[in-house]
């Protein structure tokens, strides 16, 4: 069975950092391509930034290249996503999950956490 979970999340202000951590069992995230998703109130989920299974490639939505950097620690089994210069925009669930498509899409994935919530003030 594969249990995920995520922590880090919290309250900022606009312009503040956050880093967020993932760890999981039944899942070995040096043999998956893993990924950030994060769902807005009344938005649909969205890929956020995604590693490949090499962990040598990366996907960043738009929005958020040069502000968030993903990565892992394959001893640990734990994913990060460092996040600086927090917008408002920003603000919302973040999950961390295995990017089975290897797409950074949400429709593909089959296992989510609880998530954490990013809330970013003005």
């Known amino acids: 069975e594969v249990q995920i979970m995520e922590f880090g999340g919290g309250m900022v202000q606009a312009g503040g950092s956050l880093t967020l951590s993932c760890t999981a069992s039944?899942?070995?995230?040096?043999?998956?391509?893993m990924g950030w998703f994060r769902q807005a109130p009344g938005k649909e989920r969205e890929g956020v930034s995604c590693l490949s299974g090499s962990g040598t490639s990366t996907y960043y939505l738009d929005s958020v290249k040069g502000r968030f950097t993903i990565s892992r620690d394959v001893a640990k089994n734990t994913l990060y996503l460092q996040m600086n210069n927090l917008t408002p925009e920003d603000t919302a669930t973040y999950y961390c999950?295995?990017?089975?498509?290897?797409?950074?899409?949400?429709?593909?994935?089959?296992?989510w956490g609880q998530g954490t919530q990013v809330t970013v003030s003005s």
């Open positions: 999950a295995p990017d089975e498509g290897a797409e950074c899409r949400p429709d593909t994935v089959d296992y």
């Open positions: 039944g899942l070995t995230f040096a043999d998956w391509p």
